[in-house]
């Protein structure tokens, strides 16, 4: 697949989410685990929602799964106010299977590469609406990029 690659001034999104970690192979149980704990407390306080995101600290030790929010809500639990980094980043849009990304994030990093951008080590995943042709789900995927000069 070949990967349209952006640099962009990446804006904060709002996100209500629960902290957690994962190994590679516990990642999709962990994530959807997270977003359950997520979805009830804002269905339960009304919160008008967006996209599910899962924001990655560094790997898959410290990772946050949440949703965006457009208003407030109250912190509930394990369910705690966030919010994506902000900031220069280099993103690009996957098609497929969220099992695999790994081509995309492959692109992103040999785009830092070649352009001499240092990555901070945080990266996160904007998932689009749902469609139950693989082929049409579009997962946006954003490398943090370290500040020039």
Known sequence: MDYEIRVEEAAPRQLAVARGG???AELGRTILKLLD???PVLRDQRVRTGHNVVVYFGGLAHIEAGVEVFGDFVDKGDVRHSQTPAGPAVTTAHWGEYSEMAPAY???ERWCA???RQQTGTSWEVYGDWADDATER????????????
């Open 22 to 24: 994962a190994s590679r």
């Open 37 to 39: 704990t997520v979805w």
């Open 106 to 108: 492959a692109a992103l």
């Open 114 to 116: 070649t352009n001499g």
């Open 138 to 149: 579009r997962t946006d995927i954003y490398l943090l990029l370290a500040q020039v000069g």
